[in-house]
């Protein structure tokens, strides 16, 4: 028989908001001890202590408006945040500081949060998008300089970018975007060049998030149904469809794979965190804690197994951290 799903190893509260994007930050001078970032509806970012589970630090650099996207730049002192403000800011909170050094006015309406790429020691690249409906642009970090924007065919008709993933294969070749539309396809997209290599319709509904693993060249998206797709790139560089599957619920607002490649966890409107075995899709647990919807799911890059968390945002002003197939 299997086991009953656990508990929470703790609960995070004090947000006074949804949360809508969580970032775990291992390195640093207690590598044991991460930090975690998160971002809420009300403009704030919290920094939590992990020992303590309470706040070390309160940001507020989005003039209350919904932090949807927050991620460390090689070290927890360097943080970029992406609000409803259509700005993306950077920050430098080394030595107590709390301080905004540079922000990217985005002049996007939507939900679609940036993603980053490091290409060089201090160097990074963002997708994010742009203000045309269907466009995404890339800049180099920090200098601001803009790379390319993508454009989608005339007669394409994907709607708006909802998510976007940078990755390369490895460091020093060429980056690639994997962005989910409206219209339900992810497109793989070549940066230098600015053309689009290969679509694959995955959806009938919006992409809400998707993730990929560049090791085994395959990747998984959710939307607002009940189905999980997972697709292929094979060395033509074209996405086919691998498999699907079904879900109890529709909609899914986040979608992690953990970086050992073993495990992933959704984070669904019908307030339930749930892991899969990566390798088959196997549902291991479903974590039945929130009240209201999951926004987002972290997992920490821990170098032991053993301190592996996982930590789930909701509507409902909770962060739930957890242990949980730490040893796979």
Not at 17 to 46: K, M, Q, R, W, Y
Not at 55 to 71: E, F, N, P, Y
Not at 95 to 104: A, I, L
Not at 263 to 275: F, K, M, N
Request: hydrophobic share 40%.
């Amino acid at each position: 028989m299997a086991l009953p799903p656990p508990d929470p190893q703790f609960v995070l509260r004090g947000t006074s908001a949804a949360v809508h994007t969580l970032h775990f930050s291992c390195g640093g001078a207690e590598p044991d001890i991460p930090l975690l970032f998160s971002g809420s509806e009300n403009g704030f970012i919290h920094v939590w202590n992990l020992k303590t589970h309470r706040v070390d630090t309160a940001l507020d650099g989005h003039g209350r408006k919904s932090v949807c996207c927050v991620k460390t730049m090689g070290g927890k002192d360097r943080l970029l945040s992406q609000g409803r403000d259509q700005r993306i800011c950077l920050w430098d909170l080394a030595e107590g500081r709390t301080s905004v050094t540079d922000s990217v006015f985005t002049e996007h309406v939507g939900f679609c949060r940036c993603s980053l790429l490091q290409v060089a020691q201090g160097r990074w690249l963002m997708a994010m998008a742009a203000r045309s409906l269907e466009e995404v642009q890339i800049l180099e970090l920090p200098s601001k300089t803009s790379v390319c924007t993508l454009k989608p065919e005339v007669g394409a008709k994907l709607g708006m970018p909802m998510c976007l993933k940078l990755w390369q294969l490895s460091c020093g070749s060429q980056p690639v975007l994997l962005a989910g539309y409206e219209d339900g396809s992810v497109v793989l997209w070549n940066v230098s060049t600015g053309k689009a290599l290969s679509r694959l319709v995955c959806h009938q509904e919006p992409v809400m998030s998707l993730d990929f693993d560049s090791e085994k060249a395959k990747g998984i998206s959710g939307s607002s149904e009940k189905v999980l797709s997972i697709w292929s790139l094979n060395e033509q560089q074209n996405l086919q469809v691998y498999k699907t599957h079904e879900l109890i619920n529709a909609g899914i607002s986040d979608i992690t794979i953990r970086p050992d490649k073993k495990v992933l966890a959704t984070a669904g409107w019908d307030h339930r965190i749930r892991i899969f075995g990566w390798k088959k899709l196997k549902p291991l647990a479903v974590l039945d804690y929130h009240t209201a919807t999951a926004h987002c799911v972290s997992f920490s890059d821990h170098s032991n197994p053993r301190d592996r968390l996982l930590a789930a945002g909701s509507r409902d002003q909770r962060i739930s951290v957890w242990s949980i197939y730490a040893q796979t």
